[in-house]
């Protein structure tokens, strides 16, 4: 399978407790793209890398937020003190230029 | 964040009806893409346009571009049961990310 791959698909946590989710994207692309998706709406920017840096940040994305993207080639995101807010489905996408994301099956969240 | 307008909200057809449906923008875009999502699943890409005017083709799907690069139109002709899910649009304007639209949801009925 060479599209966009997210782990876990499911992940249920307390409210207060840290998550990590994990993306590989499509091999030859040079950007990866997270979004937050709520029941609903559409998916929502939060932030952007172009290889392994990280060019934009939504506001969307509190300081409990952050994300990695080592050496270019995965990348995570870690949510601090989980709060029920944060409850959504995480969307990973890649893209080689700005057009044509392809999107991962997302990590659906839920935070009790 | 910002979202762009999509309507119909939602629309219940019969299979082999055409469906229309359009999204529209305050701001002009010179990027639209159209998106299918299915129930736990990401978007996958169905048709993108980069050129105001232009009016593209996938199959059953036709997309166009608005005169306005304010609005985009996407139609779905005779329709099958495989059609139904979440339709959204996306824009984007010289900036590095896409700005999703509030998504159609197309039932279809045998």
């Known amino acids: 399978d060479t599209g966009v791959s997210q782990d876990p698909r499911h992940k249920i946590t307390k409210r207060g407790q840290n998550v990590t989710f994990r993306c590989d994207p499509i091999?030859?692309?040079?950007?990866l793209y997270w979004y937050r998706q709520t029941l609903g709406q559409g998916p929502e920017f939060l932030t952007y890398f172009q290889n392994e840096a990280q060019l934009e940040k939504s506001r969307l994305l509190s300081n409990r937020f952050s994300a990695e993207r080592p050496k270019g080639s995965f990348s995570t995101l870690e949510i601090q003190r989980t709060e029920q807010g944060d409850s959504a489905m995480y969307l990973c996408?890649?893209?080689?230029?700005?057009?044509?994301?392809?999107f991962g099956s997302g990590t659906q969240l839920s935070v009790l | 964040g910002q979202q762009l307008n999509q309507s119909p909200q939602s629309m219940f057809i019969q299979e082999g009806e055409d469906v229309s449906m359009n999204c529209t923008s305050s701001s002009i875009f010179n990027t639209w893409l159209w998106y299918k999502q299915d129930p736990g699943e990401g978007p996958v890409l169905l048709i993108a346009l980069y050129k105001a005017g232009e009016l593209t083709s996938n199959g059953r799907l036709t997309a166009q571009f608005g005169i306005t690069r304010k609005d985009s139109f996407l139609n779905i002709s005779a329709s099958i049961p495989s059609d139904v899910g979440i339709y959204f649009c996306a824009g984007s304007y010289n900036t590095d990310k896409l700005i999703f639209g509030t998504g159609t949801r197309l039932q279809v009925f045998p």
């Open positions: 091999s030859e692309h040079n950007r």
């Open positions: 996408a890649s893209s080689f230029g700005v057009e044509k994301l392809f």
